[in-house]
């Protein structure tokens, strides 16, 4: 089981511009999140899926969007990219049944915006 | 509404001292607790968790946390420091009923001097 991977692992953008970061898992979880990390503020969330084609906001949503059209995968999208979106970016993976809800993080992208 | 706080964003310890990492949680409902690791570069991964089972758990890499409901505290310990055991440590608390979302803490970075 390769578990929870994200793409891509860097990547450097310009103001204003668009791109998204695609998380897969193999661990046929219902549950799935988007964090961002920033130094000194742990891990906030930012979108959150508890199954197929449903999603909600987190903590902090704003200037994000994520859909969930398959199961194992959620994709973050950044539709125009600003300096305070300069992050570490984590997806995690939960499941119902495997009580109580301990979270299976991919490795995490580093996004820069210029 | 349910938080986590992590007392002291830098611990450092010498090999083959204590460690004590601590946390203390607020939570409307018997929480679940867990503590993460985070070496670098990488995404977090677990080292243990509270499900109500027992009051002491032991994880990996011979950490272990007691639970203390009277305290709502959920501290995390190691008898003797390894040179590996450097890396930043997150505590989180989770309500079983709200899609398994997590609350973290900030985080507590461990050093460990030879």
């Known amino acids: 089981n390769a578990g929870v991977t994200q793409t891509p692992k860097f990547r450097v953008l310009k103001t204003g511009q668009s791109m998204t970061l695609l998380c897969a898992q193999d661990?046929?979880?219902?549950?799935m999140y988007w964090y961002r990390q920033d130094p000194g503020m742990g891990l906030r969330l930012i979108h959150y899926?508890?199954?197929?084609?449903?999603?909600a906001k987190g903590e902090v949503p704003d200037g994000y969007n994520v859909s969930r059209l398959k199961k194992q995968n959620f994709l973050l999208g950044l539709e125009s990219a600003a300096p305070s979106q300069t992050s570490v970016y984590f997806c995690?993976?939960?499941?119902?049944?495997?009580?109580?809800?301990?979270?299976?993080f991919g490795p995490g992208t580093r996004l820069t915006v210029t | 509404a349910q938080s986590v706080t992590q007392l002291g964003s830098h611990v450092s310890v010498s090999e083959g001292a204590l460690v004590l990492l601590r946390c203390n949680y607020s939570?409307?409902?018997?929480?679940?607790l867990f503590w993460y690791v985070q070496y670098p570069n990488q995404g977090l991964q677990l080292l243990l968790k509270?499900?109500?089972?027992?009051?002491l758990v032991k994880g990996i890499n011979g950490f272990e946390a007691e639970f203390k409901k009277s305290e709502t505290s959920f501290h995390l310990t190691k008898p003797s420091a390894h040179m590996s055991d450097a890396a930043e440590y997150f505590c989180?608390?989770?309500?079983?009923?709200?899609?398994?979302?997590?609350?973290f803490g900030d985080g507590t970075t461990l050093t460990v001097k030879p």
């Open positions: 989180a608390v989770t309500k079983g009923t709200n899609a398994g979302k997590s609350t």
């Open positions: 661990m046929n979880h219902e549950y």
């Open positions: 509270y499900t109500s089972a027992a009051t």
């Open positions: 899926s508890v199954g197929e084609g449903t999603t």
């Open positions: 995690a993976s939960s499941s119902p049944g495997q009580g109580p809800y301990e979270q299976y």
């Open positions: 939570s409307s409902v018997p929480p679940y």
